[in-house]
């Protein structure tokens, strides 16, 4: 089966919203072997919608559709939606019963904005939606099907997770397989290079991608096929070829992170983790603490912005402050041993760097960053060069640092 | 002038890329009056490469391209594009010697792969690309511009910046004025209820819509006009009305953000700030410092992800964390007094919360969260009942600290 998806709204066409919804609409498609063909976003414009629908018809079987169900007059979808498919709009007690008590589980009154949203094309099949007050809508038309659902990701996810997915799933017939292997510390044509016979013999049902990030690179074989098993063994034996031309830089697969490796690492070694963050802003610490158990393994972190807490929470040398700098493998190396310390870990990592814009001098110009990873025997120093971009460096920075603590959890650091 | 977007690579359809180009991009262009029709993600496929460049030659006078120009064999728009112009490729000595220079600089060799980057469809007129291998291309055809550049954001952006934005700046006639209000703290139901009255009386060439986030809402004015001082005034005398009306709920306009804001508070009053985050992780610090030059008002965070710290660094009471748990009241009141004597600080904020999925309890069940924002003389507390999903509490919780700090900072944290 294909797909096609329409998100509407006039901020996703003007930058004002990133638009996450089709990332995750994309991942849970495609796991159930449903091929994405298109994805178009429209403003909130009732021509461009109708073309939108239009071409979405000609393209796919099926249609998935985000945005534009709110109770704010911007709102147009459903008014749209019936008009193309030529059928009124009618009112649902049901949904109006529904939405009532919803409020009231949250003391709050109902409003005339709400009351707009029990208003359906006649032609609806209702999808449920446990997590706001538009329902979702299910249209068969001309043989193909339309799924309409809000834009809020939660109350899309919540309809696709309970009535979408499941629909689908039972009725996939071909299958597609992805496999990702994941590296770090390394680009995208070293990688190429390092594989190029392999990607040559590739046979025509099979496809190779790289997917360059700042830090990272993804590598991606892709397949369909009808007999799975076969096509997953298919494309496992080549991956296992890959990895071993890959070595040390591939660090996981698919949805897996360098957050979540070094998190297995350290329950393995029962080590405690301490950070101290100065540049990256406490950015390693929440990338650790995006996966779900970290308290398990990490202790915390002390983000030293100041000179101040460098020396007073984390014991740096006023000598090696004034002699060398904040930024300078001195200095992330007595980090890295007053965190230690004073977080009470196994093992610390440091940051210290010039993020920008600001801040640079000819010897250490925006973009320099120091890392310093190590237990209380041994550490181990690394200076970047990077870019005069603040977001760009602290991200770069910060997975640099989590590749620099894999490496040297698993003893491969003197390797690199 | 009106635009579509065609941003390419599978990656973007199968959720493996969290396509931030085309927002940067309408962004860009929306500010020089751009008006942005479509946008399309399509897959490195011919067939579906060629209807696409087809549908947004019909839909605009300008298209945009991203991706599929990098040295890997899955790139192939330069191929496709020369198909679609009826035209061959031919190689560019400029650009060889270009790269050769590039890698020379780097230090690294020439690859074949980047032997390729320098064939060019024939009608080709090359756009500057300091930042990497792939060159911009703009063609004309038809009476219509395309213009194809990498997908990599940094690469693109040098294009755009360098040679796109000012030629079209140059062009541009109508001028299209949008105006973001930005409020947190408040529903989008409720923000609408309390302007009913203006958005109905709105003029037809103006138009209002509401994008609400994780506990912030922004509304957006927006208009068309070929005078665009007047339209500026008209749109400037509506968002008055409107932030009168929404009152200290509204934290500043367009690109601002609660860090900057609360950033500009701390500066004003000559306060340093301090965090003793907990369920959050690092995410406040991360949030503070994205603000370049945050450094003079930000002394630094810990991030107390263990009991330990919280008792060790920070000085909760043994007592406390016994009798009332980490995620009570008296935890984050004493955890903002331990900051503030930690920190050496004027004003500490600190968050303690189940973020979930584990950890919950009957009395304090997932999506609990306490939040502390005070001086040395007053603080004041908050309890948040949030949902389930860990992601979406962090990043809840972050903007409801920021808020809670900007209104301390502005005196009116009694009127909430």
Sequence with gaps: ??????????????????????????????????????????????????????????????????????????????????????????????????????????????????????????????????????????????NKRFISMPGVPYEMKYIMEHSVLPLLAQESE???????????????????????????QLPPHLSLAYLPGLGRV???????????????????????????????YVFGFDEDSLAKKVGRQLMDKGYMLGLAESCTGGSVAKLITSVPGSSKYFQGSVVSYSYDLKESLLQVQKDTLLNTGAVSEETVLEMVRGAIKLLNVDVAVSISGIAGPGGGTPDKPVGTVWLCVGDKDKQFTKKLSLSKDREKNVEYSSNAALNMLRLFLDEKLLDD
């Design 174 to 200: 071909k299958s597609i397989v992805h496999k990702t292997i994941l590296t770090a510390g390394v680009g995208e044509t070293v990688l190429a290079k390092k594989i190029e016979d392999i990607e040559d």
């Design 1 to 142: 089966m294909n797909c096609s998806i329409i998100t509407i709204g006039t901020e996703l066409l003007i930058g004002q919203v990133l638009d996450t919804n089709s990332v995750w609409l994309g991942k849970s498609l495609a796991d159930i072997g449903v091929q994405i063909v298109s994805k178009i976003s429209v403003s909130d414009d009732r021509a461009d919608l109708l073309k939108a629908f239009q071409r979405a018809e000609e393209d796919a079987e099926l249609i998935l559709i985000t945005g534009g169900l709110g109770p704010t007059k911007d709102d147009i979808t459903k008014q749209v939606l019936a008009e193309y498919f030529g059928v009124d709009l009618y009112f649902d007690e049901g949904q109006y019963e529904r939405i009532k008590a919803f409020f009231q589980q949250l003391n709050r009154s109902i409003t005339d904005a709400h009351r707009q949203q029990c208003y359906f094309p006649s032609n609806v099949e209702l999808l449920e939606n446990n997590m706001g007050t538009a329902a979702g809508m299910l249209f068969r038309h001309h």
């Design 218 to 248: 993804r590598v991606r074989i892709s397949g369909a096929s009808e007999n799975e098993a076969a096509l997953k063994k298919e494309i496992d034996d080549i991956s296992d070829k890959i990895v071993d031309r890959f070595g040390h």
